[in-house]
């Protein structure tokens, strides 16, 4: 299995509700990683999780909050957004740096579509 | 500031034509480069990944190059075809201390015509 997987593939939500989105591999990856990309740009580094332990926060607002219940498994909780939040959100994941050849080759999954309104 | 810079823009061609993406990067120290191509509202696919070592990786009609020296990469695409419209974006890994970072280019959107 060379999937990236993710739920939902759309998600429409207003300013005071709370959702989650989910990310879910089995290539054995003990790294994964929470983009946000807007229209025409390259994606943004969120969240990088190592061995299920948060490594990296690119100063990401607090309405967005990352959990890694194991490891295939990795949720980004939702609350109170902002309609500027509106994005593709990927997911990706890899083997930790220096591990094998490609060391930190990433793979993404399809994204989920969000709408704040 | 480490960056990837990405050239042209945008690109439209003829189905069957060839074309060739550039990719500048000041990113140092330097990992490795990797190529992806994104279509639209999805997820960014690999091409190919090279190491500073490596000159050239192929991967079907795709073709990368590079030059470690002089900071610079190439994606050619050989007899195009329709199901190429999409991004590509070149990414450079940027090596920190016992960490690393992507580094995005801003990506060149290709539109094949019939």
């Known amino acids: 299995d060379t999937e990236v997987t993710q739920t939902p593939k759309h998600l429409v939500m207003g300013m005071t509700n709370k959702k989650s989105l989910k990310c879910e591999q089995h290539m054995g990856h003990r790294a994964m990683y929470w983009y946000k990309q807007k229209a025409k740009k390259p994606p943004e580094l969120m969240f990088v999780?190592?061995?299920?332990?948060?490594?990296i926060n690119e100063s990401v607002p607090s309405r967005f909050s990352p959990e890694c219940p194991n490891s295939s498994l990795l949720n980004l909780h939702l609350h109170a957004l902002q309609p500027e939040d509106s994005a593709l959100y990927l997911c990706?994941?890899?083997?930790?740096?220096?591990?094998?050849?490609?060391?930190?080759?990433?793979?993404f999954g399809p994204g989920t579509r969000l709408t704040v309104l | 500031k480490n960056q990837v810079e990405q050239s042209p823009q945008s690109l439209i061609i003829l189905e069957g034509k060839n074309c060739t993406l550039q990719?500048?990067?000041?990113?140092?120290?330097?990992?490795?480069l990797r190529w992806y191509k994104q279509d639209t509202g999805r997820g960014p696919v690999s091409l190919t990944i090279m190491t500073f070592s490596e000159n050239t990786k192929s991967n079907g009609r795709y073709t990368a190059t590079l030059d470690a020296d002089t900071k610079q990469s190439s994606l050619h695409i050989t007899a195009s075809q329709l199901s190429d419209s999409a991004s590509y974006i070149c990414?450079?890994?940027?090596?920190?201390?016992?960490?690393?970072?992507?580094?995005f280019g801003s990506g060149t959107r290709l539109l094949v015509r019939p």
């Open positions: 990706a994941s890899s083997h930790p740096q220096g591990a094998g050849k490609w060391g930190n080759e990433q793979f």
């Open positions: 990414v450079v890994s940027e090596v920190r201390d016992s960490s690393y970072k992507l580094i």
């Open positions: 999780y190592s061995y299920e332990k948060l490594s």
């Open positions: 990719c500048n990067y000041t990113v140092s120290p330097f990992s490795n």
